[in-house]
């Protein structure tokens, strides 16, 4: 088997190749080829840590595997290690035997903003100019490096509860040449694009703080009792998630769907859209959302990718086992 330590995934991965991985598999979700398996995930009353698994198989591209890992809060304070910590295990699905073992954590950043990207990509109008970030910590940068791929954006507006934080997003529009400006949530308005990564559990993001024609991915909405954005908003917008399953149950529209606003029927998977089996967004006017609750199979994704990319660059080690 192969083994890919974290160290060498930075110079291995690119954001192009975690966002071509996250929008095929995202097809192949819709289009029944591959799956999720249940979600396991723990407070193992250790260190306060909770860990779990998240795992799947997709039939189209022959990846299967699991996700392991979680968060410790305690990591930084008290050895200088980062808080969430993952680890990618593949398996030969022909066999059963383990294929490789990859590191996870910088790949789950860019799975994660691969996601919002193949979002932009399928739901943004083509003329959006500015973009809006709620949230302005670790994974705010990859969603906005990744993100102003997409479009010819020419401003970024940002809001965080900590807005002591928001340099660090000013910073990545620095990088690609564009102004930055701190905004109040209703400045919002001024969006085409709004991205929200926080992990808040009440709504910061109100649905008349959003313009005609917007398109917002939520992303930090991840686990139970999370909130970024007013359930009202996904009635006023055509929604849009990774996997029903997860985002009526952990993703931003648990909450609408508890309040009675909209049910599971009334979401669409953004692969089917990939898929062209739903037609995206209907006018220029038309407010679309994107839960993006983060799937097993975008983990598996993007470390077969970054195997593959380190066998042929002859850096995987490789173990008999
Ligand atoms: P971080 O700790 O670096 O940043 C947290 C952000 O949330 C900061 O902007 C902070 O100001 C803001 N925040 C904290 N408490 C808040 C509150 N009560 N109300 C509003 N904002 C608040 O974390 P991160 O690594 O940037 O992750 C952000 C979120 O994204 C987390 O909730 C994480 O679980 C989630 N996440 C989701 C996915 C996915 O696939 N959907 C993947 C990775 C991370």
Not at 221 to 236: F, S
Request: proline content about 3%; aromatic content about 6%.
């Amino acid at each position: 088997m192969y083994i890919v330590p974290e160290r060498v995934i930075a110079d291995l991965m690119t954001r192009e190749a975690a966002f071509d991985a996250v929008e095929k598999v995202f097809a192949a979700m819709a289009a029944e080829d591959a799956y999720n398996f249940p979600v396991v995930r723990e407070a193992i009353g250790h260190e306060d840590a909770l860990y779990g698994f998240k795992g799947g198989f997709d039939r189209a591209g022959l990846t299967l595997g699991l996700k392991a890992g979680g968060y410790w809060p305690h990591n930084l304070e008290k050895r200088g290690q980062i808080n969430h910590q993952s680890t990618v295990f593949l398996f030969d699905p022909d066999t059963g035997k383990a294929h490789a073992m990859v590191g996870g954590n910088l790949l789950t950043a860019l799975r994660t903003a691969a996601a919002s990207s193949v979002s932009i990509k399928h739901l943004a109008r083509d003329d959006a100019k500015v973009i809006g970030m709620i949230g302005a910590g670790h994974q705010a940068t990859f969603q906005l490096r990744a993100a102003l791929e997409q479009r010819n954006f020419e401003k970024v507006i940002g809001w965080n509860l900590h807005p002591e934080m928001l340099p660090n997003i000013e910073a990545v529009a620095a990088e690609a040449g564009l102004p930055f400006e701190a905004v109040e949530l209703d400045g919002m308005r001024a969006a085409d694009v709004i991205i929200s990564i926080t992990s808040s559990f009440e709504a910061s993001l109100m649905a008349d703080h959003v313009s005609p024609g917007t398109h917002i991915a939520c992303m930090g909405t991840d686990t139970k009792g999370k909130q970024e954005v007013d359930p009202a908003l996904l009635v006023r917008a055509e929604v849009f998630t990774d996997e029903v399953a997860q985002s009526v149950s952990i993703g931003e529209a648990q909450h609408a769907v508890a309040q009675g606003l909209i049910e599971a029927a009334d979401l669409t998977q953004l692969g089917a859209v990939i898929n062209g089996a739903h037609p995206g967004r209907s006018t220029d006017d038309q407010v679309t959302l994107f839960d993006g609750t983060g799937v097993g199979l975008q983990d598996l994704a993007v470390a077969a990718r970054v195997v593959e990319l380190a066998v042929t660059q002859g850096i995987a080690i490789e173990v008999d086992f």
